[in-house]
């Protein structure tokens, strides 16, 4: 029997045995992930980041994360030299960054990949198009993407695509997220945001084992889901099954990066003290989970 690339990522992500799957090469790449790493995206703390970037970054790393993922670079835009040696000072890595589509057009690319190389950064992901949900428009957004992944593939790079909740809205009898998925390919992450996947009323563990390997980064948003009381927008305290999207990222999700975005706040408290509430709620998941 003829077993495809697709089923064959599925029952190894399910636990299934495969006789006669080779032990090298493409199999051994999708095994489980003994460590993901733990990032914030600087959005978290926008207002932070436009007072005094350095300052930012140094509160970012004394609150215990490992890495960023970039929203813009602010006094660093043009001195990708400069970001690195700060990031490096602080013990910081780059999980990734968020960079419009234009960004990775046949014009612009190889000035992209130069920046990002130079401060260490694998993974460009563009956080929203007008093109997703269009028509006709998302199958030539889906085609820029493909091409621009194959570009940065042979420098150890690879683009991808954020949702929100429209990216579930349907053309026919197939979401805009499926048909970006499927004209895409498996070199283009799909970088889903489980908070917002929650408040869209799906399940983010389903959407990780529909694609493995894909979600290389994933967003960690905090969401309270209408009709929670007593919930909070912090990790361990809101409403996202944190456990089950930690299991599957680790067994089929070829992830990473749990990236903590905060995009609400506890009242007397500031976007950075959040997100440092955040971290500590998932490392405190984590450890009951034997992942830390």
């Not at 968020?98 to 000035?111: N, P, T």
């Not at 695509?161 to 070199?187: C, I, P, Q, V």
């Not at 929670?228 to 990790?235: L, M, R, T, W």
């Amino acid at each position: 029997m003829k077993i495809s690339r697709r089923d064959m990522l599925a029952m190894m992500g399910s636990g299934i045995c495969v006789a006669g799957l080779p032990t090298t090469g493409e199999a051994a790449f999708w095994k489980k992930k003994e460590k993901i790493g733990l990032a914030l995206q600087l959005y978290s703390i926008r207002n932070h980041c436009g007072q005094d970037i350095d300052k930012a970054l140094a509160e970012v790393a004394e609150l215990g994360y490992e890495a960023v993922e970039f929203a813009g670079y602010y006094k660093y835009g043009n001195d990708a030299a400069s970001l690195k040696t700060k990031l490096d000072s602080l013990g910081l890595k780059v999980a990734g960054t968020h960079i419009r589509a234009g960004e990775l057009s046949d014009q612009k690319i190889e000035k992209t990949i130069a920046f990002h190389k130079e401060i260490g950064c694998k993974y460009l992901v563009v956080p929203g198009d007008g093109r997703f949900t269009h028509p006709e428009g998302s199958k030539e957004f889906a085609a820029q993407m493909k091409r621009a992944a194959e570009v940065l593939k042979p420098h150890g790079m690879a683009c991808g695509y954020h949702n929100h909740t429209k990216e579930f809205s349907k053309n026919g009898d197939k979401t805009y997220w499926d048909l970006f998925a499927e004209r895409t390919g498996e070199d283009v992450v799909l970088q889903q945001d489980v908070g917002w996947t929650t408040h869209a009323g799906l399940d983010p563990v389903e959407l990780i084992k529909k694609y493995p390997g894909r979600t290389k980064t994933t967003h960690f948003k905090p969401t309270v889901t209408q009709g929670d009381q007593g919930k909070q927008p912090i990790i361990g305290q809101d409403s996202v099954d944190w456990k089950g999207i930690i299991s599957a990222c680790y067994d089929v999700g070829g992830t990473d990066w749990f990236i903590v975005e905060q995009e609400r706040y506890l009242s007397g408290k500031s976007p950075m003290e959040c997100s440092g509430l955040s971290l500590k709620g998932l490392k405190s998941i984590l450890k009951e989970m034997k992942r830390l």
